[in-house]
C-alpha cells in the first residue's frame, strides 16, 4: 500500500504508532518498524540522556529501518531533545503542545522529517508556511490531549486545506479506520490505543486489561476547566478529578498537583486509584492482545479489501 507518507517516510505501510508518553519505548517502536509501519519513541517529560538510551536501544533492534522521536514542546526537556535528535540523526521528528517553528531550521538542516500534530485548520495552515513536511490531524477521539474537533470533521478539512501530506489520528484501530481516513484525503494514519495492548507493548498488565475490558462510552475527558483536556479510560482517578473539576474545590495549581504523575503510574504501577490510563474512545473495540505484525498486517489487509 504507497501513498505519499509511505514515500515521504520510506515505509512499507502508511502506520504510524503513536508518540505515547510513559508506553512508546524502544521496544515498541522497533517492533513497528520492523513490521513496515513507524515506530516513535515519546520524548514526553524525560531528560534527553534517558532518551539517547531509548534512540540507540531502538536503532540496534530496527537496525537502518527508520523510526521517530515525538517531542512535547512543553516538556522542559524541550530544547535538549531538540538537539539530541540531531546529535542522534532521528529520520522523523513528531511535534505536540507547542509550535516547533524555533526548530524548524535547524532539523531541515539535519535532513529530519517534521510532522506537527494539529487539532485544527488554523494551526495546520501555521505548520505548513513554517516547513512542515506532512501533518497529523488528531480528533478529540485520541487518547491523551485532545482538540475539540473529530476526526471524520477535521481530516478533510486539514486535508483541502494544506498540500502537504496528512495523517488521521483519533478512533482509528483496523483496517476499516484506515480505509475511511484515506477516503477523508489523508494519506495514513497513527494509531496509539491499539498499541497498547500490542504484546511487545511494556506498560502494566492492569492498563492493558483496562483496555480490553473498556465500552464504547468507556472514556472520559478531563481537564477542560485549564484549558488542556485529556481523554482516559474511566476510573477512581479520573471520576475523582472530574467531581473536583467541577466542584471548583481545587485551584488550578492543586489539580494540576494531582494530576503530576499519573500517567506514570498507570503505566508503571498499574494503580487504578491514583492513575490516568489514557486511551481512545476505540478502546471499546480491541479485544485482544496481539503482536505487532499481527494488528499491523490484519490493518493493511482489511484496507485493501474494502479500497478494492
Not at 42 to 67: C, H, M, Q, V, Y
Not at 153 to 168: G, H, M, T
Not at 228 to 257: C, N, V, W
Request: net charge negative.
Amino acid at each position: 500500500m504507497r501513498t505519499k507518507i509511505t514515500e515521504l517516510l520510506n515505509i512499507k505501510y502508511p502506520v504510524i504508532q503513536g508518540g505515547m508518553a510513559w508506553v512508546a519505548e524502544a521496544y515498541l517502536a522497533a517492533a513497528v518498524t520492523n513490521a513496515g509501519g513507524l515506530g516513535l519513541i515519546a520524548g514526553g517529560s524525560a531528560p534527553a540522556d534517558t532518551i539517547r538510551r531509548e534512540i540507540r536501544k531502538a536503532r540496534e533492534l530496527a537496525g537502518n529501518k527508520p523510526f521517530g522521536v515525538n517531542i512535547m514542546l512543553m516538556s522542559p526537556f524541550a530544547e535538549d531533545l531538540a538537539e539530541l535528535v540531531v546529535e542522534e540523526k532521528v529520520p522523523v521528528v513528531t511535534t505536540g503542545a507547542g509550535s516547533p517553528g524555533v526548530y524548524m531550521e535547524r532539523w531541515k538542516t539535519a535532513g529530519i522529517k517534521v510532522i506537527p500534530v494539529v487539532p485544527a485548520v488554523a494551526l495546520a495552515k501555521r505548520m505548513e508556511r513554517l516547513g512542515a513536511d506532512a501533518l497529523i490531524a488528531e480528533g478529540c477521539e485520541a487518547g491523551g490531549h485532545i482538540g475539540e474537533l473529530t476526526t471524520m470533521a477535521l481530516v478533510p478539512q486539514v486535508a483541502d486545506s494544506v498540500d502537504i501530506p496528512v495523517i488521521a489520528a483519533g478512533g482509528i484501530a483496523d483496517g476499516r479506520g484506515l480505509a475511511a481516513s484515506l477516503m477523508l484525503g489523508a494519506h495514513g494514519v497513527q494509531c496509539g490505543t491499539v498499541f497498547l495492548t500490542a504484546n511487545e507493548c511494556i506498560i502494566h498488565e492492569t492498563y492493558k486489561e483496562m483496555v480490553l475490558k473498556a465500552k464504547d462510552s468507556g472514556t472520559m475527558v478531563t481537564g477542560r476547566k485549564s484549558g488542556h483536556p485529556i481523554r482516559s479510560l474511566k476510573s477512581s482517578f479520573t471520576r475523582r478529578y472530574a467531581e473536583l473539576e467541577a466542584s471548583g474545590e481545587m485551584t488550578q495549581e492543586e489539580l494540576d498537583a494531582l494530576g503530576s504523575g499519573a500517567l506514570r503510574k498507570a503505566a508503571t504501577e498499574g494503580d487504578r486509584e491514583n492513575g490516568s490510563f489514557m486511551a481512545g474512545q476505540i478502546a471499546g473495540m480491541i479485544s485482544e492482545c496481539r503482536p505487532v505484525n499481527e494488528i499491523l498486517e490484519g490493518m493493511i489487509n482489511e484496507a485493501q479489501v474494502l479500497l478494492n
